[in-house]
């Protein structure tokens, strides 16, 4: 085993000074030669040279590490706002590490332990915390939070989230004017996201004077296997839904195959949209109608956010709101007359 390769070999090697090679590692290369940067770069390279992100932490420096919490990574959505994430992250010079709570309690106080003992400078929060003490202990503590694709209004921090009560208004409000009365909402139990998008279908609802069925509002977690159940529930009904809004994407895949699995057509028979338009949307068939976020805005948003926090050391609490665009693709079509369905029976 060899010495230990240190920041004054670096700076050798490159034939600069200490400091040059602690600002190409903190990423504070203002004004420096792009050349003298390649060159500190290519020495730490060949020495193999890690820099001691503890070590730096200690002389408080931070660690450019950011903690990201989210409630389910196997939702395209979270995989792909992620992706947007760490590409931010790094084009800024700062790592991050992703936990997955799993929307469990025990899991979401452990994943914040755990980043705090990795000692991230930072925390982006898209999970729904039931104890929402551990986020404002954090905030207490100083530690610079955001928060993603929720706007709770108990947690004082920073907010970057999509308008949910108006995909949901839209979402619905299109089914009604496609003639759709029976109108079924799929929305996910924890969510506060979800919330919003079942204010704003009840809303729709309201506006074209239809009373809200309890039978069609059904909660449930948001996965694919979950949509299959709810659909199945919805279908054993005397009378069932001719249109379902499915409050994230993977629950609307799941309308899909329980649909296919009882021969039942999408869209000649039943309506359906989903919420996010993530790669499931558009990789179905026929492809998803859905309600579009912008994913690769608030994933860049909530990471410039955070840094700026972290730099700073101040918070300006900000709230961005961005709008939720409806896609109309292939799974929405016009309410079929009753007569219809009798010839067809």
Same mark, same amino acid.
């Given at each position: 085993?060899?010495?230990?390769?240190?920041?004054?070999?670096?700076?050798?090697?490159?034939?600069?000074?200490?400091?040059?090679?602690?600002?190409?590692?903190?990423?504070?290369?203002?004004?420096? !030669?792009?050349?003298?940067?390649? !060159?500190?770069? =290519?020495?730490?390279?060949?020495?193999?040279?890690?820099?001691?992100?503890?070590?730096?932490?200690?002389?408080?420096?931070? #660690?450019?590490?950011?903690?990201?919490?989210?409630?389910?990574?196997?939702?395209?959505?979270?995989?792909?706002?992620?992706?947007?994430?760490?590409? !931010?992250?790094?084009?800024?010079?700062?790592?991050?590490?992703?936990?997955? #709570?799993?929307?469990?309690?025990?899991?979401? =106080?452990?994943?914040?332990?755990?980043?705090?003992?990795?000692?991230?400078?930072?925390?982006?929060?898209?999970?729904?915390? !039931?104890?929402?003490?551990?986020?404002?202990?954090?905030?207490?503590?100083?530690?610079?939070?955001?928060?993603?694709?929720?706007?709770?209004?108990?947690?004082?921090?920073?907010?970057?989230?999509?308008?949910?009560?108006?995909?949901?208004?839209?979402?619905?409000?299109?089914?009604?004017?496609?003639?759709?009365?029976?109108?079924?909402?799929?929305?996910?139990?924890?969510?506060?996201?979800?919330?919003?998008?079942?204010?704003?279908?009840?809303?729709?609802?309201? #506006?074209?004077?239809?009373?809200?069925?309890?039978?069609?509002?059904?909660?449930?977690?948001?996965?694919?296997?979950?949509?299959?159940?709810?659909?199945?529930?919805?279908?054993?009904?005397?009378?069932?839904?001719?249109?379902?809004?499915?409050?994230?994407?993977?629950?609307?895949?799941?309308?899909?195959?329980?649909?296919?699995?009882?021969?039942?057509?999408?869209?000649?028979?039943?309506?359906?949209?989903?919420?996010?338009?993530?790669?499931?949307?558009?990789?179905?068939?026929?492809?998803? #109608?859905?309600?579009?976020?912008?994913?690769?805005?608030?994933? =860049?948003?909530?990471?410039?956010?955070?840094?700026?926090?972290?730099?700073?050391?101040?918070?300006?609490?900000?709230?961005?709101?961005?709008?939720?665009?409806?896609?109309?693709?292939?799974?929405?079509?016009?309410?079929?007359?009753?007569?219809?369905?009798?010839?067809?029976?």
């Amino acid at each position: 085993m060899g010495m230990k390769v240190t920041i004054y070999d670096v700076a050798k090697k490159a034939g600069v000074s200490i400091a040059t090679v602690s600002k190409v590692i903190n990423n504070n290369t203002g004004n420096m !030669r792009e050349s003298t940067k390649q !060159r500190v770069k =290519k020495a730490m390279e060949e020495l193999n040279y890690h820099p001691n992100i503890m070590a730096s932490a200690l002389m408080g420096k931070g #660690t450019k590490t950011l903690g990201l919490l989210v409630p389910d990574i196997s939702n395209p959505f979270f995989s792909e706002i992620a992706k947007v994430i760490e590409d !931010r992250a790094h084009e800024k010079g700062y790592s991050v590490i992703m936990c997955s #709570t799993d929307e469990n309690e025990e899991k979401e =106080k452990k994943n914040v332990e755990l980043l705090q003992s990795k000692l991230v400078d930072g925390f982006i929060v898209g999970s729904t915390y !039931r104890d929402k003490s551990i986020v404002q202990n954090l905030t207490k503590a100083g530690v610079p939070v955001v928060m993603l694709t929720q706007d709770d209004p108990v947690i004082d921090v920073s907010k970057v989230f999509v308008d949910d009560f108006k995909g949901g208004y839209e979402a619905t409000i299109h089914h009604l004017q496609n003639g759709h009365h029976k109108i079924a909402i799929i929305s996910e139990q924890r969510a506060l996201a979800s919330v919003k998008r079942t204010e704003g279908y009840l809303q729709a609802l309201k #506006t074209y004077g239809i009373q809200p069925r309890q039978e069609y509002m059904v909660r449930t977690r948001g996965t694919i296997a979950n949509g299959i159940k709810a659909f199945g529930n919805l279908f054993q009904l005397p009378e069932p839904p001719t249109a379902i809004f499915a409050c994230n994407d993977q629950l609307a895949i799941g309308v899909m195959l329980g649909a296919k699995e009882k021969g039942i057509k999408i869209p000649e028979q039943l309506s359906l949209i989903g919420f996010d338009d993530t790669i499931l949307a558009r990789a179905t068939y026929p492809r998803l #109608t859905t309600v579009a976020q912008p994913i690769a805005e608030m994933g =860049k948003t909530v990471v410039d956010l955070l840094i700026e926090e972290i730099r700073l050391g101040c918070s300006k609490k900000e709230r961005i709101l961005y709008n939720p665009e409806l896609i109309i693709r292939e799974t929405t079509d016009k309410a079929s007359k009753p007569d219809h369905i009798a010839k067809t029976e």
